[in-house]
């Protein structure tokens, strides 16, 4: 094979090696929407309990996948942020999914009726 053959040859390869490694969408790569929340009276238990049994509602909307949801584990090292009160993780197929979500009517009621009330603060991570 000539130089130009090699040459070909090799860029053929890294091209379908990438095209391997690049991320596909499917059940092993969901978009996952990390929600963490700051309540208003920090530490109130009926107030995250309150969030967490209203987060439920959550896994009727269309094109949620699961949902996962639970209250701060405080830990003594330096690099665990004990600071919030409940965290959840909605899992989509992907990103149209999770828009859609957005705006569906069960999510806007659930921050309008549960959230805003009782929530001073918000922080949300999407990552596929």
């Not at 003594?76 to 828009?99: G, K, N, Q, T």
Request: net charge neutral.
């Amino acid at each position: 094979m000539n130089t130009l053959g090699r040459l070909l040859a090799g860029s053929l390869l890294c091209v379908v090696l990438y095209g391997c490694a690049t991320p596909q969408p499917g059940p092993d790569n969901t978009l996952q929407h990390v929600v963490i929340v700051w309540l208003k009276e920090p530490g109130n238990t009926v107030h995250r309990e309150r969030i967490l049994a209203g987060s439920e509602v959550l896994r009727t909307i269309p094109g949620v996948l699961s949902l996962s949801s639970g209250m701060v584990v405080p830990g003594e090292r330096d690099i665990v942020d004990s600071s919030f009160d409940v965290a959840l993780i909605v899992s989509f197929a992907d990103r149209r999914a999770m828009e859609a979500y957005l705006t569906h009517p069960v999510h806007v009621k659930l921050v309008n009726e549960t959230l805003k009330p009782l929530v001073a603060s918000v922080r949300v991570f999407d990552f596929m």
